[in-house]
């Protein structure tokens, strides 16, 4: 199994970029599909983008054209990069290892848009 684990989330202004950053330790990275779900207060969690281990990427609607996913099977990490940031992509983001039917989450990073 991998352990996921977030980081470089933040404060951003609306029309920022930020960029998230996952670390997968354990084994066999290269055969997860890999995603970035987010929670927002009050919401539930929905899938932001996804990433499978031939390469083949998803993206939720509300993020298609800002944001890309993007994968380093040699480093075991997956980022999210996202620009022209709005307010209402504020939530804690959180990324997710997939194989089968086993699901490992990190703890998550929070990300708010704000001026």
């Known amino acids: 199994q991998v352990q996921p684990v977030e980081s470089g989330g933040g404060l951003v202004q609306p029309g920022g970029s930020l960029r998230l950053s996952c670390a997968a330790s354990?084994?066999?990275?290269?055969?997860?599909?890999m995603g970035w779900y987010r929670q927002a207060p009050g919401k539930e969690r929905e899938l932001v983008a996804s990433?499978?281990?031939?390469?083949?990427?998803t993206y939720a609607d509300s993020v298609k054209g800002r944001f890309t996913i993007s994968r380093d099977n040699a480093k075991n990490t997956v980022d999210l990069q996202m620009n022209s940031l709005k307010s209402e992509d504020t939530a804690v983001y959180l990324c997710?290892?997939?194989?089968?039917?086993?699901?490992?989450w990190g703890q998550g990073t929070q990300v708010t848009v704000s001026s």
């Open positions: 997710n290892a997939q194989i089968g039917g086993f699901g490992y």
């Open positions: 354990g084994r066999f990275f290269d055969f997860y599909t």
């Open positions: 990433i499978t281990r031939g390469g083949t990427t």
